[in-house]
């Protein structure tokens, strides 16, 4: 009897194996080994963070569909052949394109005042030279949506939500979901454009860009985030009285701009058409360099598959690293590759995806077959040394490849410590010097083991409960 | 006999008065318990604070020779007056005036990066467009002095010599002579431009503004200063290959603009004619709201003049409240006071400037008569349990009063804690919340203590040793 319901098979399980199924699998003393020796490595990585400092200095900035992106796709097949990858590639696809050219917002009234603003990556443009309208003030998206149309109609909108800061990043939803919706619901009332508090932690005059939801920005007006000693002068500003802001956002679309995901491969040996992939994304915004967000991923998992490529012998299953493009925008390089490897999905035996900085990881959740649970007990255990607590079997990968768990795929999420990332994330500060080099190679410490195992073990992560009923025979 | 000499006063005193005469003046009881009031009211201050948050709102920055500074003028003597000061008035002067139009640096090879640049005052422009040209670098304003011409010609120069952090900012007098030599020696080796690694001490994509060294800024060339982060990518792609650079600066410029010091009083009793001055200056940079730099300082002074003007009894002594203005671009309002108050300057019985945000007071410096000592341990001893510890008597005053000692007047330096100040200085950060209203309120009852006991005791702080030379009648 094979037990396919979660549910029911924790029910049973609990029931007939009440301890004894979920204790650890057996790793064999010379994975173990091998893997301890590519931990050690991996906490004196240099490849990884030297891919870091180059993508982020030589290449810079990769706005999605932009010249840089396609420059930073060459650059990283030339450094991936460099470094011996096999199989070296770029999967093509095209992007609706979206840039700034000006984003540019003032208080006009009661004084001339500059705010540091960033136009929101899809935002309509104002009118040539801007728009100017009194500012209405809002502490929540809840609030606007709950505002007649009349309170809001022919103004400038201001959605003044604060984020919490938080270890795993639990505040951004409602951040998103702010950035997302503010100018198409302002404009559904009549607004001439939304202004939101950045979605970020800092208290620095530096905004924070990011995409709009793809349904909020459609069909609507202009929108920009201001940094959050801006969004408080507003708020004071506003107590005192009316407030005229002037916005002026002018873009550069296309409906079609080339971007790409970049591959490399570690080829397996004997079980060389199972695929583990570790993955991360290569185009950034443009205000920064893209340096958490997400460099060090593809540092982290280039690092990580560098240290096994460097093994005396080849892993089983071939280790697939993939520097997905234009996920920013819309998740564009993700959807493709699940798209065009739609056949192949069987083959993928684990995914994972560093995209939330370079803090050190502090747990590791797993998205595995209940059968599987023992395996993911050995590599919880296998990590546990570099300060990794075990977590849930709830995880969902990460952007890339949230679409691959319903396609079957096995995930894992190594939990990165993100106190601090929204600091930094999708601003000017996304630099290179705001990583800390040794979370970093804590990082490149757990890609290697994790991937390491997965690849040479020949577990299957699908697994499910393979329950013989006791006592009913 | 009068000894004026100050190390032959110390001499002679070690001599004559191993101690005693150095012991704390006594005070006397009812003075000192208002002065124990006062302290306790300005660690309560809300007038001072209130001052800060109205002028950085209200009015936001306020460049030297500005509509902006002519209109904190305007509000500062409305407010002023509100609060119930005497005599609040404008003494007004002319400067010559500058201001950025437009500020672009970026990277054009080996790829396209925008640079986070302000340029700094007094800057000369660029041609219309920009110049374009490649970066040479060198660690150090003297390493730039030493190199020859050839090395420079053609290029723009970039000066990436670091800053210091430090309670007192003792690393900011090296920083001001990068700022202000870079452009004139860069611009008489050849160069077409001169980029500095900003003076300031934090890490964010903030690039810090100020004056050039007036001998800087006359026949030099186009300066700005770069943000760390920004520094620091300069500095890795100059060791991959050469770089070039594009710098747009683009000014507004007139030889003459108003400006003015705002001076408000409390009038004295039966010593009304001299004057006790505690001031700051009005005028900021444009890039932040001028918070810390020194709305601080003015919301310190107009505090604890605040206080003191409202006891029961007015104190012996006027206090006299000025806020400066045009303090960045060259000291004027500090000068222009000294030469239109030339003949009342020994009525100056005290002075003092706040001009280092609003960290706590950790020490007090004096500029007395080696005669006043005495009053300066009774000051010190009853700032004590505020944390301040007693320091030299080697105070210059601050910017707009460094003129007064050479004009006899005494004056004190009430030392803050600048350890972050230069974290903000002169960037779009300098804004209200970051300013620390514990600290702060400390300063008030700092200010508000001295003061007071200088318009109250009728202490003369010019006094010199008198020294009866024993044994040689």
Redesign the interface.
Known sequence: MRIRTLALATAVSALAFPTAAQDAAPLGAEIESTTKVLIQQGLRDTAGLKFV?DLT?????RLAGS??EA?ARDWAVAELNELGFANVRVEGFEIPYWSRVIDEVS?TS?????V?ATALGGSAETPEGGVEAELVRFTSLAALIAAPASQVSGKIVFIDEHMIKSMNGAGYGMAVRKRGGCAKVATAKGAVACLIRSAGTQ????PHTGGMLRDGAEGAGPAAAVS??DA??FA??LE?GPVKVRVNIQTEISDSAPSGNVIAEVTGSDLKDEIVLISCHLDSWDL??GALDDAAGCGIVVGAAKLIADLPKPPRRTIRVVLYGSEEVGLFGGKSYAETHAEEMDAHILAAESDFGAGNIWRFQTGFGEGALPYAKTIQSILAPLGVTPDNNESGGGPDISMLPGLGVPVVTPGQNGMDYFDYHH???D???KIDPETFRQNVAVYAAFTYIAAETGWDFRKELDVEPTGTE
Chains 1, 2 share one sequence.
């Open positions: 400092e200095t030589e290449i810079g900035p010249p840089q420059l208080i009661p004084s001339m005042q500059a540091a208290s620095h005059r530096m959050a000693p408080d002068q004071r500003l005192r920064g360099t601003t000017p500060d630099t290179f010097d």
